[in-house]
């Protein structure tokens, strides 16, 4: 069956962003990007909340025709132009982008049915209340967590309003030059 | 100069507690248990707030500790020097403690330029925060536990900016995490 790998670059304290949003604490060398990109060759489908779909269309899309777009950067956006791009909102009936469809309605249903299908795994980014309303659902079966070299003290928690202890079994823990270090969880159970 | 260590087990989302200070998540395990003596035999003093005060010593001097911990943590934690940093507290009689109701920052400062081994904080949620906006902290050594709890007691109140020293894996999915300040620690 296809896994959800839920991404997320966190501080050591555990936010995916400031209080307001806040992500220029994030260290994204080329190390971690290699390490991230690593995904690629495992996930054909890409599911983003409301705001963070709306900044990726706006912006992948340019670096597939950007002559000065390195090839890093060109890796995902074609990557991303060749995904199913998928869209969680309860308001948006569809939307334009290539590839692309909408689900929310009916959340734990429709994602389970998406791991049914044949296909390689999904990939969650970012999209912080998204990545909230997986994990309680439980929907979430590879947790990427990039543990930054930062404290913020306050911010945004992708485990705000968590219901139960959510216990996790650690796969990998990869430390980089930058000091960010790459942890893999699984759900313990 | 002697250096001041937190050291604390974390969850994913920064708790060092639930929010009524329940430690029933802890993920503990041998090398954790291998750890910890190592950890004390680097310093030669406890810094404490009440709180945490309170419930090691009326814990570490039971028969039930002795039972549920190995003898090298035991004998470490009633026998090291200890200073609890309280304005409410009138006695500290816990094995070789000492009470300090005056300015925390002053003393610690005081404390540094003296010689000796390193100081841990263990726990201590508010004095530990409030040395590390002192900038007062040289190195946070985190016990991630692989563990979210929604919410609880945060380890860090303020942004701080650190660097990676080391990182190491317990078989039990715990990643010890060293950091510095960014920002040498003050004098």
């Known amino acids: 069956m296809r896994r959800v790998v839920l991404l997320e670059h966190v501080s050591l304290d555990g936010f995916a962003a400031g209080l307001n949003g806040e992500m220029n604490w994030i260290t994204y060398d080329s190390d971690v990007e290699a390490y991230v990109h690593t995904l690629h060759s495992r996930v054909d489908t890409a599911i983003y909340g409301r705001n963070t779909y709306q900044m990726m269309k706006s912006y992948w899309p340019t670096v597939l025709t950007d002559p000065k777009a390195a090839p890093s950067a060109l890796d995902h956006a074609r990557w991303l132009d060749q995904a199913t791009k998928v869209l969680v909102s309860r308001t948006v009936d569809h939307d334009d982008w290539n590839k692309s469809l909408v689900i929310g309605r009916n959340l734990a249903q429709e994602v389970n049915d998406l791991k049914q299908q044949p296909g390689q795994d999904l990939w969650l980014i970012g999209s912080i209340r998204t990545a909230q309303t997986f994990i309680r659902l439980g929907l979430v079966d590879e947790y990427w967590l990039n543990v930054n070299p930062v404290a913020l003290g306050q911010g945004q928690s992708i485990f705000a309003g968590l219901e139960s202890t959510l216990k996790l079994k650690l796969v990998t823990a990869t430390p980089f030059k930058c000091g960010v270090v790459g942890l893999q969880y699984v759900p313990a159970e | ?187």
Not at chain 2, 10 to 18: A, H, Q, Y
Not at chain 2, 76 to 105: C, E, H, Q, Y
Not at chain 2, 144 to 171: D, E, H, Q, Y
């Open chain 2, 1 to 187: 100069m002697r250096k001041v260590i937190v050291s604390n087990l974390m969850t994913l989302d920064g708790s060092i507690g639930r929010p009524n200070g329940d430690l029933d998540w802890f993920v503990t395990n041998d090398e954790f248990f291998d750890d910890t003596p190592d950890q004390m035999d680097q310093a030669d003093t406890l810094l404490y707030g009440r709180v945490t005060y309170e419930g090691m010593a009326s814990y570490w001097p039971t028969a039930m500790a002795a039972q549920q911990n190995p003898a090298a943590i035991t004998d470490r934690m009633n026998a090291i020097a200890k200073v609890v940093f309280s304005k409410t507290l009138d006695k500290a009689d816990w094995n070789n403690s000492r009470l300090v109701p005056g300015d925390l920052g002053e003393e610690v400062r005081r404390m540094k330029q003296q010689p000796g081994k390193d100081m841990i904080i263990f726990g201590s949620g508010q004095i530990a925060a409030a040395l590390s906006q002192m900038g007062l902290i040289d190195i946070y050594r985190i016990f991630l536990n692989p563990v979210a709890l929604g919410s609880g007691i945060p380890m860090f109140t303020n942004t701080i900016k650190l660097k990676l020293l080391s990182s190491r894996t317990f078989k039990n999915g715990v990643v010890v995490l060293e950091y510095a300040p960014e920002a040498p620690a003050a004098v």
